[in-house]
């Protein structure tokens, strides 16, 4: 395959680097009928990940990849400005349970976070679990733990590979020894303990079929109940339903302990059950509350027999309600907290009081009400960013949370629900000045008239001379908002003169559920479009011209980039794909794929087959068409977007590719699709993000 020069690499190439060759992929003869439609696939041959054959042409996909980027002048430059800018100190939340407080650190490069925990407000903190010594390589992370009641023991489960698989371990707090509770085949699962810490609820899959464990569909989740110290083999299944294989089970004990609250949901779909057992009853079952699936619940808090969740039920931006466990029936539902004109996106009970997280206009706002409903106060933030993630009890007079905004690492603060106090618990420092940076938040119409917000960010007095180099960002789907966010790899962006775009657009959640169902199924397209639109403004309005536009998005964020990208190439002058679902007419016949069934709808439906067809990105790209130089990123342990929609899009977007634009795939060994991922790998991987753009956008 012979590489021609595109004018937007004349700079680049006349500085010495040859463009190198991307290797050869052969195609197979298959072709799939959908519906009397005969559908080619002639890269079907890499959704077989562990053939070796695929395994040489990753090598080899990736030796061509770090060819081109290796001779990219700016790259090792620009590695060790995000090294040091990514060396500070982190803090996840804290927890506190029985007198202790519990919290993760990273001192900065460490590649895992090490969970701490403090007996009193004047001791010292101590190390309780470093991952950082389980495995040479970095890629045994600790991606969920939970203290019991006590503050006695921790249960802690453990990713390798960035896999969604966790194992789960209990810990002794005070001798740091494990017990030998070992638990496999968890995923997508939370942890509560059981009030007396005999035990927890967890959630488990049978052992998958060897060679299928990051392949392989997932359905059947079974509840159980691990009681300390007995095989889990014994664990009680303490619900299940083979009748409906795909629902899945989120169990919460209640602060009381008197209620076990079961949420069950089925895939993406926002709409979810609750089911209930009475915990005073040793003999009772979980049986269903609110089982209509027509509306998402969230619980809050109890008192007694009155329960309170968040829903969007008759209310689509969210309020919140108490149910009597006694009788369910709508029309004894109490609304406490009434819809507002905002998204009410998470509500905690804390400090005798109700806290509610708001967006307006993809802002966070946080207001205190009481356990009644009546209105406080509105807490004072450090600036227009995201806050979220609040930890507490209701009996507990504080709660700890976290603020970020674009030029904010993320902070964790303190606040008292009863008087308003906020205070700074942990503020990284981070060896640049915020003070020579903006953000401004604009909003554009898109192909259809609505109004969609984005925040533009970049330095301070930097002139719209309609040549700024421009990233554009966006997710746009599962009723995910995107908030201002900090990102080293944004700032590295921004300090060399980038502007940084993100646009809200449809499809998230920003503006509640009508804006996730405006881009949902068939409507998916209008995210595209807003997408394009954003593009379109940023031109329109002197920061950038198309040669000098870069998209990006991971996940459903990859779908837009290579939705927008094979829709529009003349619009973008690069590309960043990451773990993208790219193949829409098989991403369900993966892992959790079907789960995104509500989102997209699948192709074994005709009618839903026919607009797939019309924008999946692998069988969109046309021979002969100037699509922009893309770099596809993926991992070869992805069990969630597993990687053949990658390896397909970038197989096919070679051979497509007119005009000799850089159509690269960079796999990242022993990683997931994100979950976990060590220090040095995320550096890694921005810094080679960075440097395509800069050896592309000329």
């Not at 052969?26 to 009928?33: E, G, I, L, P, Q």
């Not at 470093?130 to 489960?157: F, K």
């Amino acid at each position: 395959m012979r590489s021609r020069v595109p004018l937007a690499l004349v700079a680049f190439l006349a500085a010495g680097c040859a463009a190198p060759e991307v290797p050869l992929t052969r195609t197979v003869d298959h072709v799939d009928d959908y519906h009397g439609t005969k559908v080619p696939d002639p890269y079907r041959w890499l959704e077989d990940a562990a053939d070796p054959e695929v395994r040489a042409w990753v090598d080899a996909q990736n030796r061509s990849t770090e060819a081109f980027l290796s001779r990219v002048p700016d790259r090792d430059a620009l590695r060790a400005r995000l090294t040091e800018l990514w060396d500070f100190e982190r803090f996840g939340v804290p927890r506190k349970e029985g007198g202790r407080l519990f919290y993760t650190r990273n001192d900065g490069l460490q590649d895992q976070a090490v969970l701490w925990v403090q007996g009193s407000a004047d001791a010292a903190p101590r190390v309780l679990l470093d991952p950082n010594g389980l495995s040479t390589d970095g890629t045994v992370a600790l991606v969920q733990w939970e203290p019991s009641r006590d503050g006695a023991l921790l249960a802690y489960g453990l990713s390798s590979a960035g896999s969604d698989w966790v194992e789960w371990r209990v810990r002794e707090v005070d001798s740091g020894k494990d017990r030998p509770d070992h638990l496999k085949w968890s995923k997508f699962s939370g942890l509560s303990w059981a009030k007396d810490d005999s035990g927890f609820w967890y959630n488990r899959y049978d052992a998958p079929r060897e060679g299928e464990e990051y392949e392989g569909v997932l359905e059947n989740q079974k509840l159980c109940f691990h009681r300390l110290g007995e095989p889990q083999e014994k664990d009680a299944v303490v619900y299940a339903r083979p009748d409906h294989p795909r629902w899945g089970f989120g169990a919460q004990a209640t602060e009381d302990g008197r209620w076990l609250v079961v949420h069950v949901w089925e895939g993406s779909q926002p709409e979810n059950r609750i089911y209930l057992a009475d915990l005073a009853n040793p003999a009772a079952t979980v049986k269903p509350l609110l089982d209509e699936g027509d509306a998402g619940w969230e619980f809050v808090d109890n008192e007694g027999g009155t329960l309170l969740f968040k829903t969007d039920k008759g209310a689509p931006k969210g309020r919140v309600v108490a149910v009597d466990a006694a009788d369910a029936t709508p029309g004894r539902w109490r609304t406490i907290v009434p819809e507002a004109e905002e998204t009410l996106e998470a509500a905690v009970a804390v400090g005798g009081r109700l806290v509610g997280t708001y967006l307006k206009d993809a802002r966070s706002e946080v207001r205190v009400f009481g356990l009644d409903g009546k209105p406080e106060r509105t807490l004072a933030l450090p600036g227009t960013g995201f806050a979220g993630f609040f930890t507490g009890k209701r009996s507990d007079p504080e709660a700890f949370f976290v603020y970020t905004d674009f030029f904010t690492p993320s902070a964790i603060l303190r606040c008292e629900p009863a008087t308003g106090k906020v205070e700074a618990r942990f503020t990284p420092r981070v060896p640049f000045d915020p003070a020579e940076f903006e953000v401004e938040q604009v909003f554009y119409s898109s192909a259809d008239g609505t109004r969609v917000p984005m925040f533009v960010a970049r330095r301070k007095g930097l002139a719209k001379d309609g040549e700024r180099p421009v990233l554009l960002y966006a997710y746009g789907g599962f009723r995910i908002p995107l908030s201002p966010f900090f990102s080293v790899s944004n700032l590295v962006w921004m300090e060399r003169g980038g502007v940084l775009a993100v646009a809200n657009i449809r499809g998230g959640g920003e503006y509640g559920e009508a804006w996730h169902e405006a881009a949902l199924g068939p409507n998916r397209p209008r995210a595209f479009e807003d997408f394009c639109a954003a593009g379109e403004w940023l031109c329109g309005n002197g920061w950038t011209k198309p040669s000098r536009l870069a998209i990006a998005g991971g996940s459903n964020g990859g779908l837009l980039v290579g939705a927008c990208m094979t829709r529009r190439p003349e619009l973008f002058g690069a590309a960043l794909p990451s773990m993208g679902v790219l193949d829409m007419l098989r991403y369900h016949k993966f892992t959790i794929g079907w789960a995104w069934s509500h989102e997209y709808g699948t192709s074994d439906d005709p009618e839903a087959f026919r607009w797939l067809l019309g924008y999946s990105p692998y069988h969109n790209l046309r021979k002969g068409t100037r699509y922009p130089p893309t770099l596809v990123c993926t991992a070869d342990t992805d069990d969630r977007v597993v990687p053949a929609h990658s390896y397909k899009f970038a197989a096919a977007l070679q051979a497509a590719q007119e005009g000799g634009a850089p159509a690269f795939l960079r796999v990242d060994v022993r990683s997931g699709h994100g979950m976990g991922a060590p220090t040095r790998m995320q550096i890694a991987r921005a810094a080679d993000q960075l440097a395509f753009l800069v050896g592309v956008l000329r």
